[in-house]
């Protein structure tokens, strides 16, 4: 048994840890993956979709002990069994490729320095330019909603 094995605890909801892939003083990568069953398919609302493959998405995470943190997401594509469309899976704690909780501190770092400084201070490229988290520093920690459809004459 090795002595230097340590589990890893990350909190997030409905997220199972396959391994730590890097683990170094400066950098912690972990493979995780989603723990609901079986999504619904987003054309048909039909449950029983099947697993078609698996992709890998990079997210990045709240820093630990100073150590950068990426997660590995094991992102499963489905086939629909009744309409036939393929889908990704999405997961509650993630927005777009990072998590919710460091978008949440990157719009909350945002309110005090200014929006370069807090995607420095969290090691990401500046979303001035509309990179990683601008949307969200713009709509205030929240995904930004679509436009409600009007009626069909546009009232």
Known sequence: MACDVMGVRLYLRQVRVLAVAVDTP??????????????????????????????????????????AVTLVWHRRRFGCGNCGERFLEDHCGFEGRMTRRLARRLVADATVVT???????????CPCGGGAGAHLVRAGGRAPQKPPVSGAFGR
């Open 26 to 67: 400066n950098e912690l990568v972990v493979e995780v993956e989603s723990t609901v069953r079986r999504p619904r398919c987003p054309h048909c609302g039909f449950c029983g979709a099947r697993v078609h493959d698996t992709r890998r998405r990079k997210i990045r995470d709240l820093e630990v002990s100073g150590r």
């Open 115 to 125: 929006v370069a400084a807090a995607a420095r201070r969290h090691k990401l490229s």
